[in-house]
């Protein structure tokens, strides 16, 4: 076949989905459980935080700050494919800011 842009296009969509579908039941579902999981954490954490007296924007920051972190602890992965510890801390990650951004479009800030 020529490599058309659309040829480059549909193979780039099938290396992004291929793991998805070629990977074992058990290292989905564990990436799976860390992304509700990280919802869940962050969204309870808040829920409870909010009807505390403390700064919702310091723990707010903290929550950022530790988020941050776990990006740059992915950066300094020094080999080839990320391990599923990895994997799920990212989408633990991703989950928390998920909830956090929620959690602002419902409080309307």
Partial sequence: MQKTK????????FTIINPL????????????LSLLFGYYFTNSIISFLLDKSVNTIL????????????????????FGKLSIIIISINNFRIGST????????????
């Fill in 59 to 78: 723990i707010a920051f903290i929550i950022l700050l530790i988020m941050e972190l776990s990006i740059r602890s992915s950066l300094l992965n020094k």
């Fill in 6 to 13: 659309f040829r480059k296009f549909f193979n780039s969509i």
């Fill in 21 to 32: 579908i070629t990977d074992s039941w058990s290292k989905r579902s564990v990436i799976l």
């Fill in 98 to 109: 998920y909830a956090l951004i929620l959690e602002a479009f419902k409080l309307g800030s």
